[in-house]
């Protein structure tokens, strides 16, 4: 990474995070409602079957009740788990929200290692946190790698959920970045156009 993007990117996680920091924590769950109606009603999400979605920081957009609605619907649901032998996450699979999560390394709850693991081109839907994103669909993480990692070893349709806060019109990338299909926020969503490699 060049010092100017690594710079660029630090700046850009600083306004971010101040700007989650000002927003008022009651509107974190009438927000999420607002993204979760958004995120059921794409033709792509009805028609996955295998989805992997993410057990959210305070900072991030609630996804549980969507995770229960997806397992109660009778899809096969993943959540990431850190592999602590090669430090990436694995795709693993989610039974039940009520007993079943364990804190993982980075202390968000994840399916335990006696979960079954999938592959990551089983996935037909892939529901993305991150720090800040743009609307033609960049996405910026916190820094660690890991969806940058993951990502290309996708092949279903990848769509990122966050606040209003967190867009931002043009986002610093570097070559392993990678776009996302979509990006839902309580105001609205866009398509993005996105060459596969």
């Known amino acids: 990474m060049t010092p100017s993007i690594a710079q660029a990117k ?3 996680r600083l306004e971010i995070r101040q700007r989650l920091q000002a927003r008022n924590p009651a509107d974190r769950e009438a927000d999420s ?14 028609a996955a079957r295998t989805l992997l979605l993410f057990h959210p920081l305070r900072s991030e957009p609630d996804t549980r009740p969507v995770l229960r609605r997806a397992l109660a619907e009778g899809r096969t649901v993943a959540l990431p788990a850190l592999d602590p032998q090669t430090g990436d996450y694995l795709p693993r699979q989610v039974i039940s929200l009520t007993a079943e999560l364990v804190p993982g390394p980075l202390g968000i709850l994840e ?3 006696s979960a079954p693991t999938l592959l990551w081109n089983q996935l037909d839907f892939l529901v993305i946190p991150g720090l800040g994103f743009s609307p033609d669909g960049w996405r ?8 940058d990692r993951l990502l290309p070893q996708t092949r279903g349709f990848r769509c990122g959920v966050a606040f209003d806060e967190q867009i931002v019109v043009e986002l610093p990338t570097e070559p392993h970045d990678r776009r996302l299909d979509c990006i839902l926020t309580p ?10 490699t």
């Open 33 to 46: 409602a607002r993204i979760h109606q958004r995120l059921v009603e794409l033709p792509e999400w009805a």
């Open 111 to 113: 399916p335990p290692a």
């Open 140 to 147: 910026l993480g916190r820094g660690r790698g890991y969806y």
């Open 187 to 196: 105001s609205r969503g866009w398509r993005c156009s996105v060459a596969r």
């Open 10 to 12: 630090q700046r850009c």
